[in-house]
Each structure stands twice: as C-alpha cells, then as structure tokens.
C-alpha cells in the first residue's frame, strides 16, 4: 500500500513540474517545439490503434487524449513545422494530459 502512495506522489510531484515547465517554456523555440511535439507523440501513442487510426477517442479509458483534443493532436503530428500559435496551443493542450506523461516518465525509470 505504502508503495502505491509513494508513486502516486511521484507522479503528482512530476505531473506540477511538467506543467511548470510548460507554463513557462517559449513555444516559439524551435528545441522547446521538439519537446512539446514528442509529448504529444508520447500521448499519442498511449491511444488505441484504431483511435490512432480513426484520429478521434471511442474509449474513456483514460489514456491518450479526450475526444476534443484528439483531431488536433493528430494533425499536429503529421505537420512537419508549426507557427507559433500552433505550437502555443499544442503547448496548451499538452499541459492537461501531465499525468500520463508523468507516468510515462516513471515508468521508464522503472
């Protein structure tokens, strides 16, 4: 039990930095742009393959994104550069899913 409430901590404690970090990064910065486009490659591939395929959520499974956010996530992988507005927005929807890329991140150290 003890172990559970230890990660889950973790993962709370790495979910603030990541949005930390993404409040306070400039999306106009081409390495920042990297790092927010391979967080949303990292969301993405939480998803269903045929959500992957379909590019929209059929499973509130809480993984990957929500409905409203998967059309865009997509298309932002298939763009090969962004205008800052995009990458601001991708930057901004990123920041809702830092619990699973918190998870992501812990589970790899693991």
């Not at 929500?66 to 298309?75: G, H, N, R, V, Y």
């Amino acid at each position: 039990m003890e172990t559970l409430e230890i990660k889950s901590s973790e993962i709370k404690s790495q979910a603030e930095n990541i949005r930390n970090w993404l409040d306070n990064c400039d999306p106009q910065n081409a390495e920042i742009q990297r790092h927010i486009r391979r967080g949303i490659s990292v969301i993405h591939a939480r998803q269903t393959q045929d959500e992957q395929r379909s590019e929209h959520t059929r499973y509130r499974n809480g993984r990957g994104f929500t409905c409203t956010d998967a059309p865009f996530a997509s298309k932002l992988l298939r763009w090969p550069s962004w205008r800052t507005d995009i990458a601001d927005k991708a930057r901004r929807v990123l920041r809702k899913y830092a619990m699973q890329l918190a998870e992501e991140k812990l589970s790899q150290k693991a």
